[in-house]
T-cell receptor, first 112, second 112 residues
Framework: DGGITQSPKYLFRKEGQNVTLSCEQN?????MYWYRQDPGQGLRLIYY???????QKGDIAEGYSVSREKKESFPLTVTSAQKNPTAFYLCASTGGSYNEQFFGPGTRLTVL | GQQVMQIPQYQHVQEGEDFTTYCNSSTTLSNIQWYKQRPGGHPVFLIQLVKSGEVKKQKRLTFQFGEAKKNSSLHITATQTTDVGTYFCAPRIYNQGGKLIFGQGTELSVKP
C-alpha cells in the first residue's frame, strides 16, 4: 500500500530533551510538509521541502529543524528551544490529480 | 502569514439538520481545497475548486467558490453521524509558491 507513515503514534519526552519525529512516504512525491495542530488553531506549517536536499521555513519554524537527505524521508526534530512542544504533529506530501496533500496518521508529542 | 478566516469554529446540529461552513480571504485565491479530519484522525482531501463561481457536489456535500475567488463554502444537507469531524478549507494564494494555507477548521458534532 502506498502512503505516509509516522512513528511513533504517541511520544513522551522530558522537558529539555530534543526529539525526532519520523516521516516516511512511498508515494514518490517530491514535496513534503510538517504541520503542528493545536486545539482550535487548525494546521500551522512548520517546515516544507519541495525537493531533496532543500527545505524552507514555514510560519512557526522556531525551535524545530528538519533534513531531507532522501526523497522518501523528512524527519522533524523538536529541539529544547521550542517553548511549547506538546502538540499533534502531522506530516504530509503533495501529489495526485489536484496536487492535494496526503497526510500521515500523526504523532502526538507530550513533553513532561 | 496569510490569514484565512473559517467560520464557525464549532457547530452542533441534530441529525438531519443542514450544516454550512464558510471560508473567507481578503486576497484572491488561486484555487481552494477542502479536507475532513475525523476525531483522532488525519485530514483527508475532499475536493478542489478552481473556477470563479464553481459549484461541485459529492452526494450530500455541496462546495462553492465565490465569484471573486475570495471565499468558499461547504454545505452538508441532512447531516448524519458519519459527518462528524473537522472541516478545513485550504486555499492556494497567488504568489505563495503553491503552498496551501489551512483555515482554523469548523468542528461539526451531530447529535443522533
Amino acid at each position: 500500500d502506498g502512503g505516509i507513515t509516522q512513528s511513533p503514534k504517541y511520544l513522551f519526552r522530558k522537558e529539555g530533551q530534543n526529539v525526532t519525529l519520523s516521516c516516511e512516504q512511498n508515494l514518490n512525491h517530491d514535496a513534503m510538509y510538517w504541520y503542528r495542530q493545536d486545539p482550535g488553531q487548525g494546521l500551522r506549517l512548520i517546515y516544507y521541502s519541495q525537493i531533496v536536499n532543500d527545505f524552507q521555513k514555514g510560519d512557526i519554524a522556531e525551535g524545530y529543524s528538519v533534513s531531507r537527505e532522501k526523497k522518501e524521508s523528512f524527519p522533524l526534530t523538536v529541539t529544547s528551544a521550542q517553548k511549547n512542544p506538546t502538540a499533534f504533529y502531522l506530516c504530509a506530501s503533495t501529489g495526485g490529480s489536484y496536487n492535494e496533500q496526503f497526510f500521515g496518521p500523526g504523532t502526538r508529542l507530550t513533553v513532561l | 502569514g496569510q490569514q484565512v478566516m473559517q467560520i464557525p469554529q464549532y457547530q452542533h446540529v441534530q441529525e438531519g439538520e443542514d450544516f454550512t461552513t464558510y471560508c473567507n480571504s481578503s486576497t484572491t485565491l488561486s484555487n481552494i481545497q477542502w479536507y475532513k479530519q475525523r476525531p483522532g484522525g488525519h485530514p483527508v482531501f475532499l475536493i478542489q475548486l478552481v473556477k470563479s463561481g464553481e459549484v461541485k457536489k459529492q452526494k450530500r456535500l455541496t462546495f462553492q467558490f465565490g465569484e471573486a475567488k475570495k471565499n468558499s463554502s461547504l454545505h452538508i444537507t441532512a447531516t448524519q453521524t458519519t459527518d462528524v469531524g473537522t472541516y478545513f478549507c485550504a486555499p492556494r494564494i497567488y504568489n505563495q509558491g503553491g503552498k496551501l494555507i489551512f483555515g482554523q477548521g469548523t468542528e461539526l458534532s451531530v447529535k443522533p
